[in-house]
């Protein structure tokens, strides 16, 4: 992890730049990096530089030596497009509830390595903020995908509701205006799904249109009965018993047509009554 970056993050932005577009939707979550976004920057030409002048890598193990950021040769076109972060994550950058405490144990980082990255965010934070980008350290989200979200928001992104984003590439409101009723779910459905799932993101949208929502899920865990009433008519699980979970994964797409099927003919039959 010391050694990792987010450089590759800048390829893709740069190829997308060079194709002439002008809008970004990026999705944050699930990185391999805690570098603050430090790769992708420098990817995008800014220079991360040692007391001595010299250039450093962008990584957790060589920005230990960080005295400043050099942002003047940032690409320009970045100046004219819209960035829009795609993330459910609501943590800031730093500190206990920062991306290297609660992400770096999930990549592998023990108690020390926790207190280094830390460490190593709150260096290329302040050194972004002394080269006259805005302080975004304590905003929700910086925390994302090892401090990706940080970098993109100190050059202008907007954060938004991962869900959100979705729903309106794909015209989601669109579809469900008029509809009878709709039809969404998550491999698991929870407490957590009203905490920015897709499924809660689904009930917001069908709310606004007063369309009732059913969900279905392969399973369901604690609080799962609580959603009822919440924005869903009904939570259904899709598993007609106990099983394993390769089962549970081969047979999926049966087991989801089957409760669709079980439950659009409750419908129809309490229609008829």
Same mark, same amino acid.
């Given at each position: ?6 450089? =590759? ?7 997308? !730049? ?7 939707? %990026? ?15 420098? @990817? ?18 060589? !920005?230990?030596? !960080?005295?400043?950021?050099? !942002?003047? @040769? ?31 144990? &999930? ?46 928001? *100190? ?14 590439? *794909?015209?989601?409101?669109?579809? %469900? ?14 407490? &957590? /799904?009203?905490? =920015?799932? /897709? ?13 009732? $929502?059913?969900?279905?899920? @392969?399973?369901? =865990? ?5 959603? $009822? ?5 009904? $939570? $259904? ?6 099983? /394993?979970?390769?089962? *549970? ?12 099927? /079980? ?8 229609? *008829?009554?």
């Amino acid at each position: 992890m010391l050694h990792s970056s987010s450089l =590759g993050v800048a390829d893709l932005v740069r190829d997308a !730049l060079d194709n002439a577009a002008n809008r970004f939707i %990026i999705g944050l979550g699930g990185s391999a990096t805690t570098d603050c976004g430090a790769g992708m920057l420098a @990817g995008l030409g800014v220079k991360w530089l040692a007391a001595d002048g010299s250039e450093l890598a962008p990584n957790p193990a060589a !920005l230990a030596d !960080l005295d400043r950021a050099d !942002l003047s @040769g940032l690409d320009p076109r970045l100046a004219d497009v819209e960035i829009d972060l795609a993330c459910d994550v609501t943590n800031p950058l730093l500190g206990p509830h920062g991306s290297a405490a609660v992400f770096g144990p &999930q990549k592998g980082a023990g108690p020390d390595d926790v207190r280094y990255l830390d460490g190593i965010l709150e260096k290329v934070a302040e050194a972004l903020v002394a080269a006259g980008a805005p302080d975004v350290r304590e905003e929700p989200g910086a925390g994302a995908a090892g401090g990706l979200g940080a970098a993109f928001l *100190a050059i202008g992104a907007r954060m938004r509701r991962g869900a959100e984003v979705v729903a309106e590439a *794909a015209h989601l409101a669109e579809a %469900i205006d008029g509809a009878d009723f709709v039809l969404t779910g998550e491999g698991g459905m929870d407490f &957590q /799904t009203l905490s =920015g799932k /897709t499924p809660a993101g689904v009930v917001d949208v069908a709310g606004r249109y007063g369309v009732p $929502v059913i969900a279905f899920a @392969g399973t369901l =865990g604690r609080g799962a009965d609580d959603l $009822v009433g919440r924005g869903f008519e009904a $939570v $259904v699980p899709i598993m007609p018993g106990p099983g /394993t979970l390769a089962d *549970a994964l081969a047979d999926g797409p049966n087991n989801l047509e089957r409760a669709a099927a /079980t439950a659009m003919r409750l419908i129809k039959l309490g229609a *008829a009554g």
